[in-house]
């Protein structure tokens, strides 16, 4: 059970816009920034969003993030098929003194 | 352009032992602080560890999973990173990245594979 919260799974369909939410504590979302990485098929994961809403260059604008408290968010718009991918956020605990990782959301477009 | 390239990984007994290198290139190596994540058969990914710069005393920070099993060091000379885990046991069967950065991972390696069974 993994102490930052996502849903496991999430859908749209072509052009829709979806949104990702990762929940988690005072002690790490609440203090720290939330970074957001996706995973194609049988590649490693790559950098999507950091220090919670910014873009390495290359990302599409499609893919923005935002915090708000104990919580944050990864939204897609514009959904393409090549954004089917699993999706996680990361954000470091303050008080475990570890990098958390988030359980994974699986994005299907329908 | 970076590469990170693990190797070492393979099959192993419970109760044994492994050490993953992860050679770099395309960035100044020594200036870096690199991390170690894996990602179990599930999909879940898990922080092993990281360790900072010479110049910051190449400490090292460990997950709890794998705390006090494991030992991250570096070899800037050569440019690599090193992962050693010992008492290993089934559940740490999983791929084993080599990362840049502390969480931001701005660069993967392609991952080395590691089965823990008898």
């Known amino acids: 059970q993994s102490v930052l919260t996502q849903p496991p799974s999430a859908s749209g369909t072509p052009g829709q816009r979806v949104t990702i939410s990762c929940s988690g504590g005072a002690s790490n979302i609440g203090k720290n920034w939330v970074y957001w990485y996706q995973q194609l098929p049988g590649t490693a994961p790559k950098l999507l969003i950091y220090r919670n809403y910014q873009r390495p260059s290359g990302v599409p604008d499609r893919f923005s993030g935002s915090k708000s408290g104990t919580s944050a968010s990864l939204a897609i718009s514009g959904l393409r098929s090549e954004d089917e991918a699993d999706y996680y956020c990361v954000t470091w605990d303050d008080s475990l003194y570890v990098v958390l990782f988030g359980g994974g959301t699986k994005l299907t477009v329908l | 352009e970076v590469q990170l390239v693990e190797s070492g990984g393979g099959l192993v007994k419970p109760g044994g032992s492994l050490r993953l290198s992860c050679a770099a290139s395309g960035f100044p190596f020594a200036n870096a602080l690199m991390t170690w994540v894996r990602q179990f058969p599930g999909k879940g990914l898990e922080w092993i560890g990281r360790i900072k710069t010479k110049s910051n005393g190449e400490a090292a920070a460990y997950g709890a999973a794998v705390k006090d099993r494991v030992t991250i060091s570096r070899d800037d000379s050569k440019n690599t990173l090193y992962l050693e885990m010992n008492s290993l046991k089934t559940e740490d069967t999983g791929i084993y990245y080599c990362?840049?950065?502390?969480?931001?991972?701005?660069?993967w390696g392609q991952g080395a594979l590691v089965t823990v069974s008898s």
């Open positions: 990362t840049t950065g502390d969480s931001g991972f701005a660069h």
